[in-house]
């Protein structure tokens, strides 16, 4: 699944993911449409889902991050 699929499973906008991610909302957009990120940024997206889903989530399950 894309970042965006899980998030919007989750019922979650950009300001929560971003909260629960430790992020800005700008990183999450950014994130979701495909703009560059660094793996730092894409560990924190991946830590904010597994609290989410309460399971562990890699960064290798989110489709279409394009990690520098």
Same mark, same amino acid.
């Given at each position: 699944?894309?970042?965006?699929?899980?998030?919007?499973?989750?019922?979650?906008?950009? %300001? %929560?993911?971003?909260?629960? /991610?430790?992020?800005?909302?700008?990183?999450?957009?950014? /994130? +979701? $449409?495909?703009?560059?990120? $660094?793996?730092?940024?894409? %560990?924190?997206? /991946?830590?904010?889902? $597994? %609290?989410?889903?309460?399971?562990?989530?890699?960064?290798? +399950?989110?489709?279409?991050?394009?990690?520098?």
């Amino acid at each position: 699944m894309t970042l965006k699929e899980f998030r919007v499973e989750l019922g979650w906008n950009h %300001k %929560k993911l971003a909260e629960e /991610a430790g992020l800005s909302r700008q990183a999450i957009s950014h /994130a +979701e $449409s495909g703009q560059r990120i $660094s793996a730092i940024t894409a %560990k924190a997206l /991946a830590d904010a889902l $597994s %609290k989410g889903y309460d399971r562990q989530i890699l960064v290798r +399950e989110i489709e279409g991050l394009n990690i520098v």
